[in-house]
C-alpha cells in the first residue's frame, strides 16, 4: 500500500506532464493578446537575497508543520502551490473550511477550476474585496508566478496565524513589463513582501505574538474577565464528558483536561495508555502536559516561550497562552 506521500509524488508525475503539454500548447500566443496587461518579473539578483531566502523557508516550515498530520510535503513553493492541493488543505486545517472540490485535479482545466473556488473563499477570509489592492490571482499562481504565490501565502499566515514570525523587511526589485500598442515598456520597481521591523512595527508584533503577556499589563478585572470566557469556551466543549473546569489556573497542572479537550477540538482520539488518567505525581503530570502541547505542535500551533514545567507549576501565563490558541483557532465552532 502506497503512503499518501508517494501517492501524491505520483499524481503529481502525471501532473507536470500535463502541464508541460499545456503550456507547450499556450506558448505560440499573440503579442496583442497581452495589451494592456502588466507582468511583474523578479530580478535574478533579488532572487539570491538572504532576506528572501529566509522568508522562503519560513514559509515552507510553516506549511509542512502546518500539513503534517496530512502527510503532505512541500519542498518548492513555486511547484507545489499551483494545482491547488495545498492551499486546499491548508484553508481546511487554519480555518475550517472544507469545499467541495477535487482532492487531486489532473488536468490544467481542471486545477484552475478548483483554485478559482478556493480564491473566492480565501477572498472572503483575507478581506481582499478591493481588487486593485489584490497582488495574486488564479492566473498568476497556476503559472507557478513566486511573487503572487510569496504574496498570498504572506496574507494567509497574517490572516490566520499572525503570532508566527515572519522575517521582516523583505524586498525584492521586479521589473514591470507592460505591452501596449506602441511597443513593451518596462520598470523596475522595489517590492514589499514582509514590512519593516520599526519601533512601532516591533510593538504591533510584541502584541500579537504574546496577546496574554500584554493582557496580563491589564487591571485584574479585565484579566478575569478573558479568564472567564476561556473558561466558558472549555466546559462548552468539555462538558459533553461530564467534566467542567472552575478553577482555570489549578485544574490544567495534571494535562488531564487539556488533553481531553485537544481531542474535542481537534477531533481525534487519544488512547488512554498514552497518558496518566488520575496522575498522582509531578513526573506523571509532566508526561501528559508534554504530550498535550506536543499534539498541538504537530497540528500546527505556534505556540510561543510555553514549556510543560510551566503549566504543571501552575504558571498562568503559560496556562492562558494554550488556553488561548485554541480559542483563536475553534472559537467560530
Known sequence: MWSAEVKISLCRGMMEENIF????????????????????????????DPKLEKLKEALVDWINKTLKPEHIVVQSLEEDVYDGLVL???????????????????????QIRKLEIIMEELGKRLGTQDSS???WNVKLIHNK??????????????????ELDLPSDVK????????SKSGIKSDVQVEI???????????????????IEQLLKLEAHKVNTVKKALVHFVNQHISSLGLQVIDMDKQF?????????????????IPLFDFNLTPVSDSEMLHNVTLALDLLKDTGFQLSNVDPQDIVSLDTTATLKVLYALFNKHKGK
Open 253 to 269: 497542572a495534571d494535562g488531564v483536561i487539556l488533553l481531553l479537550l485537544i481531542g474535542q477540538l481537534e477531533g481525534f482520539f
Open 21 to 48: 503539454n499545456y503550456q507547450k500548447e499556450e506558448e505560440p500566443v499573440e503579442l496583442e493578446s497581452f495589451q494592456g496587461e502588466k507582468r511583474k518579473l523578479i530580478q535574478p539578483t533579488s532572487l539570491k
Open 133 to 135: 489592492q489584490i497582488k
Open 172 to 179: 525584492i526589485e521586479v521589473v514591470v513589463v507592460e505591452v
Open 88 to 110: 486546499h488543505h491548508l484553508l481546511s486545517r487554519l480555518a475550517d473550511v472544507h469545499l467541495n472540490v477535487e482532492e487531486i485535479a489532473l488536468t490544467s482545466t481542471a
Open 193 to 211: 513582501l514582509t514590512e519593516g521591523s520599526s519601533d512601532t512595527d516591533s510593538l504591533s508584533n510584541t502584541e500579537r505574538e504574546d496577546p
Open 145 to 162: 508566478d513566486l511573487l503572487a504565490t510569496l504574496h498570498l501565502l504572506v496574507a494567509m499566515v497574517r490572516c490566520f496565524q499572525p
